[in-house]
């Protein structure tokens, strides 16, 4: 009987005999493609696949950014460094006197400000009842503010240390204790968001106590 040989039994090359490369289309040993050419026609190292350019030895220089970029980096460059803390703290403030002037303690869906998807739909979005928390806050009543939204009230003491923090060591270089949160707290704190978001537009009682 006759005997098919195995792989352990494929006759070796001859010495001195010439390896020629796969025909196109085929894979050498191992997977290796036409060329030398690594798994799936890849090149050495991963280089890309066959024919493709590989990467410099020096890596591909720095691309040259446009006016606009050059303008912003310049003029960061030449502002003092209490700039931008300053703009900062202009934008906050031009959130709290929107705030305090539209007076947003009014319930109605087309009151100002508009929320788009409750007065489509009727339902509170995961940020309605912040600008009236808000107003709440700035006039001292906390309960209220918690009543609108609580995540918000609850948020907002961080959210003042961090950016005390931050325009005070950008400013004047204060060095205050760091504040560390963990991508898990703030995974929860967005979870706990989502479920807040949700149950507030439950019809059923005590859910309907967080309706605004």
Known sequence: MTSVPGPVDQPHPAPGAVHTAPADGD????????GGFGPG??????????????????????????RLTRFVLRLYERSPRWAVPLAAVGCVAVGMSYALLSNPTHADPDAAPTCLLKLTTGLDCPGCGGTRALWYVL???????????FLFVFA????????????????????????????????GFLAAWLAFSVLRNLPWAPFTSLYV
Request: no cysteine; hydrophobic share 35%; glycine share 20%.
């Open 27 to 34: 894979t050498g040993p191992a997977g290796f493609g036409p």
């Open 41 to 66: 026609g890849f090149g050495p190292g991963g280089s890309g696949p066959e024919g493709w350019p590989t990467t410099p030895t020096g890596g591909y220089p720095a691309p040259e950014p446009d």
């Open 139 to 149: 006039h001292g009543d906390l309960p209220a503010a918690a009543r609108h939204h």
């Open 156 to 187: 907002l003491p961080f959210l003042a240390y961090l950016f005390v923090a931050w325009a005070g060591n950008q400013a004047f270089g204060w060095r205050l204790p760091e504040l560390r949160i963990s991508s898990k707290v703030i995974g």
